[in-house]
């Protein structure tokens, strides 16, 4: 053993504290107390007068209440949908469950002729069901977010089942006529090739489920209600059936891919105390019993018309446009109450507007509602002076501005700006847009700096997109106006970057397309760039 590590019982530093002569006078001195009287101190605390008023009483009055009387403590106590209260009966401490606003919920139950049995049923289902499908913790609009869940499950459900009993109807079963051994092979046929669709869908667009949610979420969805109706048209085609259930089929798995992959980056944008796990978990649980309640809508629809064989064939073909209409606006009713914090191209590019004009950075909740789905994409290309990141389009015409950009970086540099004249819709008509590219090894600062400076740039253009020809603008104006805005840029990021963490935003990295992530390498021996 270490000889500093051996035990002294001669030291100073084991000796008692009372016998030792380093303390000189003591920190604090304990009173010494029988058990007898410490029993009377604990009785005579909880006797004293509580400084609270409690409603309708005075502390006057508090005074001379009796030592057997019950008061009420200023502790409520919430758990499990329960509320509790203590309360003091003479010498003793309990806790007693009470109904939170029992004034205003009794008279109102009260009225309708309900008695307190009853109401505390009540109120213990709708708790309970609360906690069994909402978590603990989650954002404002997530309660909103499952109403319209719950109408896209049901009616999805029950268009489900409505497509598989007319595929079932198609290939025969049931009948006199069907063969066994020919069903099978087709089902696991239509199987096959739509699972290996799924897979080339995934891998092609694996950057698309973050940069372009919302919209890939609902296009895949409009493709899966089509997908149904694909379905009911196997019992009026049987002789097309595996044609017609395969290409249904793809079409589902595409959804279903889809619908996994984007689950997790919703889930997290309800979660707010990092609780993830309980929000995915409620989601299942809401899965399961939505699409049940639509199993039963289905099978209850079946069992009223089930002495009617013909209304009983026709009705998937009645009922497919309303619960497939039903079931869409569930779904953009829904995705409009998502609030994601993460930073796309995009939505970074509706910030920064918003920071040029008022030097406010807007919420989560803000950007979502201006973002909106976009569908057909057509956003960006509304925009006068539209921005885009990448490289330099080899067909576009290139400006002399592009070629001076590219002369004069540096080593330092981690990207540069430039004018493109691109030729873009059907009618390919020329098209002045700003080009932002980025060097590798670009960070979240570099791309929120560049954008910040391409919106500054676009700004001091203002509207003259037709009136600016491409010998407006001279090399001596371009990189006047390139340096005052770079200065701009670098001054704001501070205070903008501080702003945007303080709304929620996650600033750690920006979310980029497949063609975003196209990076040059600038060659340091030849002083030039590479892509």
């Not at 057997?68 to 203590?86: H, Q």
């Not at 009853?118 to 913790?137: E, G, M, T, V």
């Not at 589902?252 to 995915?280: M, P």
Request: glycine content about 4%; proline content about 3%; overall charge positive.
């Amino acid at each position: 053993m270490h000889p500093s590590l051996q035990f002294n019982p001669s030291s100073r530093l084991y000796l008692y504290p009372c016998k030792s002569k380093l303390t000189q006078h003591r920190i604090f001195s304990f009173p010494q107390f029988s058990p007898r009287k410490l029993a009377d101190i604990a009785k005579k605390s909880l006797k004293t007068c509580i400084d609270f008023e409690q409603e309708g009483v005075s502390k006057e009055e508090l005074l001379v209440v009796p030592s057997n009387a019950t008061r009420r403590l200023p502790i409520v106590i919430k758990r499990s949908g329960k509320v509790s209260r203590y309360l003091l009966k003479g010498d003793s401490l309990e806790l007693v469950c009470v109904d939170e606003d029992d004034d205003d919920d009794s008279t109102s139950f009260s009225a309708l002729g309900l008695d307190d049995g009853l109401w505390i049923l009540i109120r213990l289902s709708s708790s309970a069901a609360k906690d069994f499908f909402i978590p603990k913790q989650v954002n404002d609009n997530y309660i909103s977010y499952v109403k319209w869940k719950f109408l896209h499950r049901v009616f999805s459900s029950a268009l489900q089942v409505l497509a598989t009993q007319a595929m079932f109807r198609a290939i025969g079963i049931g009948q006199s006529r069907s063969l066994a051994s020919s069903a099978a092979f087709n089902w696991i046929l239509k199987d096959g090739l739509g699972r290996l669709s799924r897979c080339i869908y995934t891998a092609s667009l694996a950057s698309a489920f973050d940069t372009n949610l919302k919209r890939v979420r609902f296009s895949t969805s409009v493709l899966f209600s089509l997908s149904i109706g694909v379905e009911l048209m196997t019992p009026v085609f049987p002789q097309y059936f595996l044609l017609l259930a395969s290409i249904a089929n793809i079409a589902k798995q595409i959804s279903l891919s889809c619908y996994l992959a984007t689950g997790s980056a919703v889930h997290r944008s309800f979660a707010v105390a990092d609780n993830l796990g309980e929000v995915s978990a409620k989601a299942q649980i809401q899965t399961v019993c939505f699409d049940n309640l639509g199993l039963l809508l289905a099978v209850l629809l079946n069992m009223l018309f089930q002495n009617n064989q013909r209304l009983q064939a026709s009705l998937p073909f009645v009922l497919y446009p309303i619960f497939s209409t039903i079931d869409l606006l569930g779904i953009y009713q829904g995705l409009k109450h998502i609030n994601l914090q993460t930073l796309t191209k995009n939505r970074l590019e509706i910030i920064l507007e918003r920071w040029i004009e008022n030097r406010q950075v807007p919420s989560p909740a803000e950007v979502s509602e201006e973002e909106g789905i976009d569908l057909f994409g057509s956003r960006a290309s509304k925009r006068v002076w539209p921005i885009r990141i990448g490289c330099l389009d080899p067909k576009a015409q290139i400006r002399t501005q592009s070629i001076m950009a590219m002369q004069s970086l540096c080593n330092d540099d981690g990207y540069f700006i430039t004018i493109e004249l691109s030729s873009q819709g059907f009618r390919r008509t020329p098209k002045l847009g700003i080009v932002i590219c980025l060097r590798e090894g670009a960070n979240s600062v570099d791309v929120i700096t560049s954008l910040l400076q391409t919106c500054y740039i676009r700004k001091a253009f203002g509207n003259k997109r037709k009136d600016i020809s491409i010998t407006d603008l001279t090399l001596q104006d371009w990189s006047l106006l390139e340096g005052e805005s770079k200065r701009a840029a670098r001054d704001d990021f501070i205070e903008l970057n501080k702003q945007m963490q303080e709304q929620g935003w996650i600033v750690k990295n920006v979310l980029l397309s497949a063609e975003e992530q196209v990076r040059y390498i600038f060659d340091i021996n030849n002083q030039s760039f590479k892509l």
